[in-house]
C-alpha cells in the first residue's frame, strides 16, 4: 500500500514538474490570475462579473455564428500563446519573480494536475459502470442529459452560458473565502434537521 502511494505521488510530482516546464512562460500571467480568481482584493470579483458581462453583451450584440464564434476563439487563443511567453517578461517583469511566486506557481500546477486525474477518474468510473451495471449507467445517462436538454430548452442559450461561466469564474473565491463550506454545512444542518423530524413522526 505504501509502495503504491509513492508510486503515485512520483507520478504526480512528475506531472506536476512537466506541467510547469510546459506553462513556465505564462507564469507571471497565471499568478495574476491566481490573485483575481482568489478575490485578494475586494473589488476583483465585481470586476470578474462586470468584464464576464461585457464579453457576453458584446457577443449578443454581434450574433455571430457558431463558426465564426469558434474561429474568433481559435484565433485569439492562438494569439496569446505566441504573444504571451513574449510580452509576460516584460509587462509583470521576470526580475520580480520570487520564491514564493514559484512556491505558488507549483501548488497551481499541482492543482491543475489533481484536477485532471479526478476527471480521468470519473471518466474511469462511469466507463466501469456501463460494463458492470449496463441499465443503471443507460438510466442515469438518458435521464441527466434529458434534463440538461430540458433547462437548455427554458432558458436561453447564451445566458445559460454566461450563468455557467460566471459561476466556474466565482468558485474559486467562493471556495477560498469559505463560501461554499459555509452554505453546505447550513444546507447539511437543514437536511438533518429534517431527516430528524422525519424519524420522530415516524415513532
Known amino acids: 500500500m505504501a509502495e503504491g ?9 512528475q ?11 505564462w507564469g507571471e500571467v497565471i499568478l495574476a490570475g491566481d490573485r ?24 449578443y450584440y454581434l450574433d455571430p455564428s457558431v463558426l465564426t464564434g469558434l ?42 494536475v489533481k484536477t485532471q486525474r ?3 477518474g470519473w471518466w474511469k468510473r462511469l466507463c466501469t459502470l456501463k460494463e458492470e451495471k449496463p441499465k443503471m449507467y443507460f438510466a442515469s445517462v438518458i435521464s441527466s442529459l434529458l434534463a440538461v436538454a430540458w433547462i437548455g430548452q427554458q432558458v436561453h442559450n447564451l445566458f445559460l452560458t454566461y450563468l455557467i461561466v460566471s459561476f466556474l469564474l466565482l468558485l474559486p473565491g467562493l471556495n477560498q473565502h469559505g463560501v461554499i463550506t459555509k ?18 413522526k415516524n415513532e
Open 183 to 200: 452554505y453546505a454545512s447550513m444546507a447539511k444542518r437543514e437536511i438533518n434537521k429534517l431527516l430528524k423530524q422525519k424519524e420522530k
Open 36 to 59: 483575481v480568481l482568489r478575490w485578494e482584493k475586494p473589488w476583483f470579483p465585481g470586476a470578474l462579473i462586470g468584464a464576464t458581462t461585457l464579453l457576453f453583451m458584446l457577443i
Open 71 to 112: 474561429s474568433c476563439a481559435v484565433m485569439l487563443l492562438c494569439l496569446a500563446d505566441y504573444l504571451v511567453p513574449t510580452l509576460a517578461p516584460r509587462v509583470f517583469g521576470s526580475n520580480k519573480w520570487t520564491t514564493e511566486q514559484q512556491q505558488r506557481f507549483h501548488e497551481i500546477c499541482g492543482n491543475l
Open 118 to 120: 479526478r476527471i480521468v
Open 5 to 13: 502511494d509513492n508510486k503515485s505521488a512520483n507520478m504526480l510530482a
Open 15 to 25: 506531472e506536476t514538474a512537466q506541467l510547469e516546464e510546459q506553462l513556465q512562460g
